[in-house]
């Protein structure tokens, strides 16, 4: 526990220091980054301890703020989330260093650091919080340090209407914490999440609902998802790596500290957690495959992530209602993993996107393609985070939904409404992932590969040694959390008890971990053979000298980088047949002459979500809230009567 | 312990699977009125190809190289788990069908960038519709092999397949005749055979598989072709396995019996290539949701069993 | 016998499936009359024990019925309205399919709630549902007037099916009168297509809308 304080001593002072360094941006730069490290590093070693030791270690300090109390605990749960979080924070300073190296003097780099730092101890505070006082000082901690890191390329207009959206996401979604809360710890002393008791049916499903929507607001899925794909884009790479990989999980940690509390749960919580696990995989998933930025595809590869862990858990709450705790037990574990294996491949992939905007200066698919010879070391690493995204073997992503599978699967094989869950869990899991490794080949296949379409693509530079020393640290923990999945079972499973206290204890993770530790030996059988073929090809070339040419292209001779498949045209098939639910507005070329000439053409899939709804709603909000525009005209003598008329009815009322 | 057996297997299954190839293009010959390649053809081909000089293009990095590598070695893993006469092979486990859809799932995402690496239209072409029907076959797949699961109770490969009897096919008769019909439909779909694609066509618009080799050439084709035939065994032998419920207790038996059902299911598709048509392009996805609709249609009937 | 008449329940939903997606004219004509016979051999399948003279005369006179004499008269409606072949639905093929499978599935969850005595097989609740479903589809989402007469031969089917659910052996009186609504039905609708075809030169329900002295305006061009 003290190096857990030692850690938050460390991040705000580094802020700090970084702060008063600010005219000289490099030292401040360096303050900053190796506060982040060493944070890092003092956090990560008591939380690795209590996954291995199962112990919780709790800190209580007497705070005079009301209803509040300095309550900090460290159980498995909070270190299951906090290990993936100082990893991935660690490594993202280090990647920062060289990404924000040429902003300096253009861009206040110390209030940057800053505000990095005060996210890392603000995400760190609402993991280990013990009280909903200091929870929601971390929540908004968290809130504010992130928009000030989205707002760092202000001076472009979409970047300032990303951040506004995502404010408003971020308080209407605390507020909603916050109403949930007061009726949990109704007509205690302190809110501490220890006294907190399951409220009677009614009250609960309220208090479910307002924590599921406020909760949501953060993690991001479907419909709550519109300030996702702006907000994640338009941070700085190394931001949005720590804000998709970590901060959209305290999301589902404050569900799952809810779901704790709320004990007994009502099956249709679960059928609602699967369906917008459901929905949110599929749609997710689909959206990326639209996008033509690389960090939105990424983005709404977030949105689809979530839905899957969200699905994983709805099937645990179904589960745990019809009594089939083993189920359970696996499904909750399938679903931390994925935690884990997300903030990693994430983490990478906006890495990786963060090398392109750097290397590139631009992140628009179609104006990128062959950057694997410019930059050949990035492009392996990002091809590395995609087959990880897309739950290939022999990486993480797949151990993580194979677990998920395995709950769908028994779930099939017992009766009534559990055999349909896992059947809807299966489904969307099976057509989530073929649409995301649609996705995934064509933002890779685009950007890194074939001919260069731009010049500046033609032109682009090798990323620095610090942002390729991230990338390699991740890929790797992304393989050997693939291989070493077996080994992550038992911290899930503490995790899991520690959050819902299920019965009958780890059986069923030890029958999990058989079929686990097959996938790791065919992983491994997997890169054997790789090892062979390539090894056997090298034979059979036998020193031979393999001739060059161009490509084929049917012996067309002249061929442009223009003429290659871009991104829209990769994605045509399927963006045409989802159309209903992808509203994509295109301008076709219209072919009135005989001979070739100039021609343009553009689709953009629309931001359903927002356009349908969201936008229609704010505008009759804001339309009604016109109505009382009269009470604002600015005269001072007539503000000062309502402060007289307000206190002179307060005096009333008490009388 | 028992590793002569599946090892015997193996063995057969990586040496075996050209020829299925061979028969399918036998078949059609015949229909043709034609004599035909020989049944051997395919192993003709890779030795000549594994004794050429490859030729790249300029445009390709080593995503190209490794494209061919990684997909079949992904498949020749999937066989590792790939069930023969409805004994299991070496790695058997619960669940382990979805390792199975997943590792065809990485053969095809390193076919589909090894396609993108040469910058050409035609590959990208090829590439783009391979993911689009890959979309569709998943789901359906994944559906069948669920009621499969269902029908038997069991959660691995090799027990589904093993507590397959006659029995099960008089009591569940329909469920798997719809799983059987939905299966070949994926198998024609995923192998490139016609309807969904032509393997014959010498036009790079229409091609679909092909085209995505189109730039491949010396040990690099060979491995693609040898992947290929790879993927048509695993196919086919899901179907064999359906079709042959497991009877006696004797291994060489059971063996040789599988061995005759896997050329008459290559003899089968060889007859629907030669009775059909190829599907208009923008008509597979609805092949491949009919597929869909059977599986579901088997498991709903399951479900409510 | 049982897996048999299972057998059965599913070739009716298969072409259940077929019907609501095919686009030619003369294939809907018959897929309708075979699943017209198919449905006339379950009640032989459904009963226990051997099935009496009198059922075999039935199925029979049925079978004949459907599989001949119906589709005998709705080609020779076709030939004479000189209508074109294709019946293409209005609505998408993966709409249909997904619309049909969602039907069965919605009718297996009612009929499990239906008050019903109990079935030696037992889809036939959700297979008869959902035919008279895929007939309403069949109405609903085809343009030409023949398409409706076979949504209308569909859902006979259906009701047919439903039928044997509740009988067995379906007694004399309940058949006749439903064979004899349905042959007066089509006799009937066959003429009035031949009619509506002299007049307007197409049984497009399309373009039937409208009056065409109303469309311009004047009368008698």
């Known amino acids: 526990m003290v190096l857990v304080l030692l850690s938050f001593v460390i991040l705000l002072f580094s802020a700090l220091l970084a702060l008063g360094l600010s005219r000289n941006p490099h030292r401040a730069q360096d303050a900053g980054a190796y506060g982040a490290v060493a944070a890092s590093v003092a956090g990560l070693i008591p939380s690795v301890q209590t996954l291995l030791s199962g112990r919780t270690a709790t800190l209580c300090l007497p705070w005079p703020v009301p209803l509040g109390s300095l309550t900090l605990t460290l159980d498995p749960l909070a270190a299951f989330f906090l290990v993936p979080m100082f990893i991935l924070t660690g490594l993202s300073a280090v990647y920062g260093v060289d990404y924000l190296r040429h902003y300096a003097g253009k861009k206040p780099l110390g209030l940057a650091w800053a505000a990095f730092n005060a996210l890392t101890a603000a995400m760190a505070l609402v993991f280990t919080a013990g009280n909903a006082v200091l929870f929601m000082l971390g929540w908004e901690l968290m809130a504010a340090s992130s928009f000030l890191l989205v707002l760092f390329e202000h001076e472009k207009a979409q970047v300032r209407r990303a951040a506004f959206i995502y404010l408003t996401a971020g308080g209407a979604g605390a507020l909603l914490l916050l109403a949930s809360f007061s009726l949990l710890g109704a007509g205690a002393a302190v809110l501490d999440f220890s006294s907190f008791s399951a409220p009677s049916r009614g009250l609960a499903s309220v208090v479910f609902l307002l924590a599921l929507c406020g909760f949501g607001l953060k993690a991001g899925f479907v419909p709550l998802h519109i300030w996702l794909p702006e907000a994640h884009p338009a941070a700085p790479s190394h931001v949005s790596a720590v804000m998709s990989g970590i901060m959209i999980k305290a999301g589902v940690y404050g569900i799952i500290r809810v779901l704790g509390f709320l004990v007994p749960w009502q099956e249709w919580w679960g059928w609602t957690l699967l369906f917008i696990g459901a929905a949110s995989c599929v749609l997710g998933a689909l959206f990326s495959l639209a996008q033509h930025e690389l960090k939105r595809v990424l983005a709404y590869s977030s949105i689809e992530n979530v839905g899957i862990i969200m699905l994983a858990l709805g099937l645990g709450v179904i589960g745990v209602s019809v009594r089939a705790y083993p189920l359970a037990g696996l499904a909750f574990a399938g679903a931390l993993l994925h935690v884990l294996n997300h903030s990693l491949f994430k983490g990478l992939l906006f890495m990786g996107a963060g090398s392109v905007l750097h290397g590139a200066g631009t992140a628009e698919l179609e104006a990128l393609g062959g950057l694997s010879k410019r930059m050949p070391r990035a492009a392996l690493l990002f091809l590395v985070g995609s087959a990880a995204a897309c739950a290939l073997p022999p990486f993480n992503g797949f151990a993580g939904e194979f677990l998920i599978y395995i709950g769908a699967f028994r779930s099939l094989n017992s009766a009534g409404p559990l055999a349909l869950a896992g059947v809807i869990a299966g489904l969307s899991l099976a057509s989530a992932g073929a649409l995301a490794a649609a996705a995934f080949t064509r933002a890779a296949g685009t950007a890194f590969l074939g001919e260069p379409r731009t010049e500046r693509a033609a032109n682009a530079c090798e990323s620095g040694p610090l942002m390729l020393f991230s990338m390699r640290a991740l890929a790797l923990l992304c393989l050997l959390a693939g291989l070493g999945a077996p080994f992550l079972l038992l911290p899930a499973a503490r995790a899991v008890g520690s959050a819902f206290g299920l019965p009958s204890g780890y059986a069923a993770f030890d029958a999990a971990a058989v079929p686990l530790t097959y996938i790791s030996a065919g992983g491994l059988l997997l890169l054997a053979l790789i090892a062979i073929a390539a090894a056997k090809r090298r034979a059979f070339l036998g020193g031979k000298i393999p001739a060059e040419g161009v490509t084929w292209d049917c012996g067309y001779a002249a061929p442009t980088a223009r003429m290659q498949y871009g991104a829209s045209s990769f994605a045509q098939p399927l963006t045409d047949f989802f159309q209903p639910v992808l509203r994509k507005i295109g301008q076709y070329p219209v072919i009135s002459e005989y001979f070739p000439g100039k021609a343009s053409f553009s689709a953009e899939a629309q931001a359903v979500f927002y356009n349908s709804f969201y936008y229609p709603a704010a505008a009759r909000i804001r339309d009604l809230a016109y109505r009382f525009s009269w009470l604002q005209h600015g005269r001072l003598q007539i503000y000062i009567m309502y402060i007289v008329v307000t206190l002179m009815g307060l005096l009333l009322w008490k009388l | ?305 | 016998m049982h897996t048999f008449a299972e057998l059965i329940i599913v070739l009716i939903i298969l072409l259940d499936l077929a019907l609501a997606v095919t686009g030619s004219l003369s294939s809907c004509i018959r897929l309708v009359a075979v699943q017209g016979v198919v449905a006339g051999l379950l009640p032989l399948l459904a009963g226990s024990g051997a099935p009496h003279l009198r059922a075999l005369l039935f199925a029979a006179v049925i079978m004949t019925l459907k599989g001949a004499v119906f589709p005998w008269l709705l080609m020779r409606a076709r030939d004479k309205s000189g209508a074109r072949k294709d019946v293409e639905p209005l609505i998408s093929y993966p709409a249909s399919i997904v619309l049909c499978l969602g039907a069965f599935i919605a009718s297996s969850w009612m009929g499990s709630r239906l008050p019903l005595p109990e079935t030696q097989v037992a889809w036939i609740v959700p297979a008869s549902l959902a035919t008279i479903f895929t007939g309403f589809l069949l109405i609903t989402t085809r343009s030409k007037a023949i398409t409706q007469v076979l949504g209308y031969l569909v859902i006979e089917n259906g009701i047919y099916i439903f039928g044997l659910a509740l009988f067995v052996e379906q007694p004399m009186m309940v058949e006749l009168a439903i064979l004899l609504d349905v042959f007066v039905a089509v006799f009937v609708m066959g003429i009035a297509i031949f009619h509506i075809s002299r007049e307007f030169d197409h049984i497009d329900t399309a373009e039937l809308s409208e009056l065409s002295d109303w469309r311009r305006g004047e009368y008698g061009k």
């Open chain 2, 1 to 305: 312990m028992e590793t002569i057996k599946p090892l015997s297997q193996y063995l057969a299954v990586m040496l075996l699977s050209p020829l299925l190839l061979g028969v399918i293009n036998r078949v059609k010959a015949f229909f043709a009125g034609r004599r035909g390649q020989p049944v051997l053809q395919l192993y003709f081909d890779l030795y000549k190809l594994f004794a050429k000089t490859p030729v790249y293009s300029r445009t390709t990095t080593w995503v190209f190289k490794a494209g061919p590598i990684v997909s079949v070695s992904a498949v020749v893993t999937a066989l590792a788990v790939l069930p023969f006469a409805g004994r299991p092979s070496f790695l058997s486990f619960e669940g382990d069908f979805v390792f199975i859809i997943y590792l065809l799932g990485l053969a095809r995402f390193a076919t589909v960038l090894a396609a993108l690496d040469t910058g050409s239209a035609f590959e990208g072409m090829g590439a783009s519709r391979e993911m689009q029907f890959g979309v569709f076959a998943e789901p359906a797949f994944f559906l069948g092999l669920a009621a499969l699961a269902r029908v038997t109770g069991q959660t691995s490969l090799a027990g589904m397949f093993g507590a397959l009897t006659g029995d099960s096919w008089r009591v569940a008769a329909p469920v798997l005749a719809l799983l059987t019909a939905s299966f070949f439909i994926v198998l024609l779909a995923e192998n490139s055979r016609v309807p969904a694609d032509d393997p014959n066509t010498h036009l790079e618009l229409t091609m679909i598989h092909e085209v995505m080799a189109l730039d491949h050439s010396g040990p690099d084709l060979a491995y693609i072709l040898y992947g290929a035939s790879l993927k048509l065994w695993l196919f086919g032998s899901l179907i064999g396995c359906m079709v042959l419920p497991r009877h006696s207790g004797s291994w060489a038996s059971d063996c040789a019996l599988f061995l005759l059902v896997m050329f008459a299911v290559a003899a089968a598709v060889g007859v629907v290539e030669s009775a059909m048509a190829r599907l208009r392009l923008t008509i597979v996805p609805y092949m491949l949701i009919t597929a869909f609709a059977f599986s579901s249609l088997a498991l709903i009937f399951q479900l409510g069993r």
